[in-house]
């Protein structure tokens, strides 16, 4: 595995501030980082990612426990291994030059998806189908978050964060038992892992300091809009 050192601190500057905000409010690690991952390494994406970022998830899973329903993701998580078995379908058929356009696409979609608005009532088929699209994007994008946070946006933000853990923990462990048997994930996609941790554990770190001081919309405008910066920068690299 090669990554120079400029590379690595780049990886490391974003995973920690995405790591610093998810841990704070709930999501900005796959939004915030993963353009940026593709653009220095595409292959940091999905696998690595996912399974670097598990250490920030079971960790924020272990701190909100006091405010876990696994219920109340149940429906989700049903949804989540038919959409990641069709990710998978769509990841191993695709050239490098076509993921990079549809990986920022779905990046796109996931900045639309929060900043939408939408109020989606709390009925088992939307969440069934928040699980689903979430399947596909941790296959497609490294992330599952955002049609989850968009169908439980009316839960409290200790509670959100909660469910958010149990539900990506979910996806992320699914998503890699989907990927091996396709060949997407190997020993070299556990050395990628293991480059990203640092950033993510330093950026968990941080999250206690932001914790008590930021509201979930405060740095909203700004995160969203850098996620979709960068996912136009990953488009633009691959069409021109």
Known sequence: ?????????????????????????????GLLAAPVLVLINPRMI???????????T??????E?????????????????????????????????????????????AVLMSASGLRLPKRKSVL??????G??????????????????QDEAPQRLRAMLS???IASSLISIAVLIPAGRFGIYEI?????????????????YRLVAHLGGRSLRPVILGLSALTAVVVILKQVL
Not at 77 to 93: C, H
Not at 146 to 152: R, S
Request: proline share 6%; no cysteine; charged share 5%.
């Open 65 to 109: 426990r006091q405010a876990l329903d696994p219920k109340g993701v149940g429906w989700m998580v049903a949804g989540l291994l038919p959409g990641a078995l069709l990710g998978v379908l769509v990841l191993t058929r695709l050239p490098q030059r076509t993921f990079g356009i549809v990986f920022g696409v779905a990046i796109l979609l």
């Open 1 to 29: 595995m090669h990554l120079t050192w400029i590379a690595f601190l780049i990886a490391t500057l974003a995973l920690g501030v995405g790591a610093a905000l998810q841990g704070a409010v709930g999501y900005g690690l």
């Open 166 to 168: 149990i539900f990506v």
């Open 191 to 207: 050395e990628l892992a293991a480059v990203q941790l640092p950033g993510i554990l330093l950026g968990y770190l941080a999250s």
């Open 46 to 56: 999905p696998g690595p990612f996912m399974l670097a970022a598990l250490a920030l």
């Open 135 to 152: 399947g596909v994007m941790s296959i497609l994008a490294g992330m599952s978050g955002p049609p989850a946070a968009l169908a439980l």
């Open 128 to 133: 069934g189908a928040a699980g689903f699209i």
């Open 58 to 63: 079971v960790s924020m899973t272990l701190r």
